[in-house]
Nanobody, 123 residues
Framework: QVQLVESGGGLVQAGGSLRLSCVASGRTGSNYDMGWFRQAPGKEREFVGAIFYRTGNTYYGDSVKGRFTVSRDNAKNTMYLQMNSLKPEDTAVYYC????????????????WGQGTQVTVSS
């Protein structure tokens, strides 16, 4: 079992920044890929970004490229999402997940999820 807990969400004005954290506990280890997704009311869960444990390489959804950055601190079992130049359309609940198998951009490829943290961007 792996427990994931997100934090750092809140209310921010358009153009502002936030940094989300995702702390893993339980049967932890750093040898798995992890990702961020978001879900706005009435919409499907959307891929935001992922980080690969072997290389540290990152991969992003088109809507956040150039604005968001995923990083991780394996010693702290923590993944981060730095969000800059936020837009009202970034408003959603943000979830972190542990990748299990398949494409990292697909939510069905993840076997553990956090409870989510709300991000609201005002115009």
């Amino acid at each position: 079992q792996v427990q994931l807990v997100e934090s750092g969400g809140g209310l921010v004005q358009a153009g502002g920044s936030l940094r989300l954290s995702c702390v893993a506990s339980g049967r932890t280890g750093s040898n798995y890929d992890m990702g961020w997704f978001r879900q706005a009311p009435g919409k499907e869960r959307e891929f935001v970004g992922a980080i690969f444990y072997r290389t540290g390489n990152t991969y992003y959804g088109d809507s956040v490229k150039g604005r968001f950055t995923v990083s991780r601190d394996n010693a702290k079992n923590t993944m981060y999402l730095q969000m800059n130049s936020l837009k009202p359309e970034d408003t959603a609940v943000y979830y972190c997940g542990k990748h299990y198998s398949g494409f990292v951009s697909s939510s069905s490829s993840y076997d553990y999820w956090g409870q989510g943290t709300q991000v609201t961007v005002s115009s």
